[in-house]
């Protein structure tokens, strides 16, 4: 089961498994369903490759720069995959998915007066939070093997040129991503007593790093902070292409992941629950 001084609670995990497996299975439903979508509509546009790559190197170098790069080449199926997949609507569901887990592991309990009866258990709140937190990133894995799946199994089906090493590559810095943006949604749930509070906060901090990364990739003055956007260390096409690890961005992702549940725990366990 797993003892009170903060090891994963399998109680706890199976429970949590069992009240949010409906709403994991709709996320993992959406996300496969527009990987159909993506494939189903690569056919048509495979016949047009030229126009395609015409019409994209006829934008703004800042514009081809804001999605995706300037030196990426979107008439291929992996560039078209960056571009219209990974780089915009799956990016929207799964920060999605992160921040409606990581503000209902804690924030939410507090907020509906639950997490007083969770603590009257023999579980110490250390505990409580590794537990969420192994519950979110199985539940990440999850989605990004539904996410996988069905463009490694489609896309011989509908004449897509996959690099399968590339895709597979995809696994690592999805998951770091990820996992940084939950963790640090984590600990903004252990920081507010109100579930909204969390989720304003980190989705105004999610956008600021957005239109950060934005901004870099097209003034040269901003570029030089640009490390500062969580959205600097996620480059799909990277890994679509090529599968070439970027070493340095994925330790800063992890790093980031490790030092924000350290302050969700430590912030958690010293915060008064009452309210």
Request: cysteine-free; aromatic content about 20%; proline content about 3%.
């Given at each position: 089961m797993g003892s009170p001084e903060g090891k994963v609670n399998l109680n706890l995990l199976r429970r949590s498994i069992a009240d949010k497996r409906i709403s994991i299975l709709v996320y993992a439903l959406g996300v496969s369903a527009y990987a159909v979508f993506i494939l189903a509509i690569w056919p048509s546009l495979r016949t047009n490759m030229e126009t395609l790559n015409q019409l994209w190197e006829s934008y703004p170098e800042s514009i081809r720069k804001a999605f995706g790069g300037e030196n990426m080449v979107f008439a291929t199926f992996?560039?078209?995959?960056?571009?219209?997949?990974?780089?915009?609507?799956?990016?929207?569901?799964?920060?999605a998915f992160c921040v409606s887990i990581a503000t209902g592991a804690i924030a939410f309990e507090i907020e509906k007066g639950t997490m007083e009866l969770l603590l009257a258990q023999p579980?110490?709140?250390?505990?409580?939070?590794?537990?969420?937190?192994?519950?979110?990133?199985?539940?990440?894995?999850?989605?990004?093997?539904?996410?996988?799946?069905?463009?490694?199994?489609?896309?011989?089906?509908?004449?897509?040129?996959?690099?399968?090493?590339?895709?597979?590559?995809?696994?690592?810095?999805?998951?770091?991503?990820?996992?940084?943006?939950?963790?640090?949604?984590?600990?903004?749930?252990?920081?507010?007593?109100?579930?909204?509070?969390?989720?304003?906060?980190?989705?105004?901090?999610?956008?600021?790093?957005?239109?950060?990364?934005?901004?870099?990739?097209?003034?040269?003055?901003?570029?030089?902070?640009?490390?500062?956007?969580?959205?600097?260390?996620?480059?799909?096409?990277?890994?679509?292409?090529?599968?070439?690890?970027?070493w340095t961005d994925l330790a800063v992702l992890a790093v980031i992941s490790i030092l924000t549940t350290a302050c969700a725990i430590i912030w958690f366990e010293r915060r008064d629950i009452a309210v």
């Open positions: 992996d560039g078209f995959l960056s571009v219209e997949y990974f780089n915009q609507m799956w990016v929207i569901v799964m920060i579980i110490s709140r250390r505990s409580i939070l590794i537990t969420r937190h192994l519950f979110f990133e199985l539940g990440l894995l999850f989605l990004i093997a539904a996410t996988l799946i069905p463009i490694a199994v489609g896309a011989p089906l509908a004449s897509a040129d996959l690099n399968y090493s590339g895709l597979l590559a995809m696994i690592v810095p999805s998951f770091l991503f990820f996992t940084a943006i939950g963790s640090m949604t984590f600990f903004f749930s252990s920081l507010f007593n109100s579930r909204g509070v969390a989720i304003f906060v980190a989705l105004g901090i999610i956008i600021f790093f957005y239109a950060l990364d934005i901004l870099a990739k097209i003034n040269d003055t901003i570029s030089n902070v640009h490390f500062l956007s969580l959205f600097y260390y996620w480059d799909p096409y990277r890994y679509l292409h090529n599968a070439s690890f970027a």
